[in-house]
């Protein structure tokens, strides 16, 4: 079974700007969640996405959005780049209950 | 909400020697799973191992095992025999068994092996 991916892989923006990044989960999983990882604050919580509905939400300015698609593929958006918006961005899947399985980030720069 | 806290930022230990890493947790719930991920320099987090609120058996996989203390919400992970291939971010989590899939994660204990 194909992991979980993400993409772009890298992506440098300026502030101001707005960015995409896309998920694309384990097969057979709906569930979706996102994190931002920046050093010395762990993994801060975005969103979770299942059956492409929104069903729980971290503590973040409403310039991060999201959304999942009936193949439960996700986005997230972040409208409005600021520089501490720099970060990896981390997507996981799961089946409803089960471990998460993450992807291997985007890493996010603001200039 | 529940926090998750690792109170080591850093940690190291000798090559086939043993190292504790600590987690502590808050949650009012009884009902939960706790996890250890593994996040190595390439940076895919992998699951390290698993713990459910409900067992009083500590998990362990091969090298890897916790003691889970739910009385005093502690959840430490017990690396027997390390390897150079388990310097890595380690990050203990929480997920509650009743409010859906949001995991809570603490803030890593980043570990060295000296060979």
């Known amino acids: 079974k194909a992991g979980v991916t993400q993409t772009p892989r890298y992506l440098i923006k300026t502030r101001g700007q707005q960015v995409t990044l896309s998920c694309s989960p384990i097969?057979?999983?709906?569930?979706v969640s996102w994190y931002q990882q920046t050093p010395g604050q762990g993994l801060q919580f975005l969103f979770e996405?299942?059956?492409?509905?929104?069903?729980n939400k971290g503590n973040f300015p409403g310039r991060f959005s999201g959304r999942q698609f009936s193949n439960s593929r996700s986005e997230m958006n972040v409208s409005t780049l600021e520089l501490g918006d720099s970060a990896l961005y981390l997507c996981?899947?799961?089946?409803?209950?089960?471990?998460?399985?993450f992807g291997p980030g985007t890493r996010l720069t603001v200039l | 909400a529940q926090t998750v806290t690792q109170s080591q930022p850093e940690m190291s230990v000798q090559e086939a020697e043993t190292v504790t890493l600590s987690c502590t947790y808050d949650?009012?719930?009884?009902?939960?799973?706790l996890f250890w991920y593994k996040q190595p320099p390439s940076r895919q987090m992998i699951l390290v191992i698993r713990?459910?609120?409900?067992?009083?058996q500590n998990a362990t996989e091969n090298r890897f095992s916790v003691n889970f203390q739910k009385a005093a919400k502690s959840f430490s992970l017990k690396i027997s025999d390390s390897q150079l291939g388990d310097a890595a971010m380690y990050f203990c989590?929480?997920?509650?068994?009743?409010?859906?899939?949001?995991?809570?994660f603490g803030t890593g204990t980043s570990l060295t092996v000296i060979p």
């Open positions: 996405y299942f059956s492409e509905t929104q069903r």
């Open positions: 996981a899947s799961s089946l409803l209950g089960g471990e998460q399985f």
């Open positions: 097969s057979g999983h709906r569930s």
């Open positions: 949650t009012s719930e009884s009902d939960y799973y």
């Open positions: 989590a929480y997920r509650s068994a009743n409010t859906g899939n949001q995991f809570y």
């Open positions: 713990q459910e609120a409900y067992k009083q």
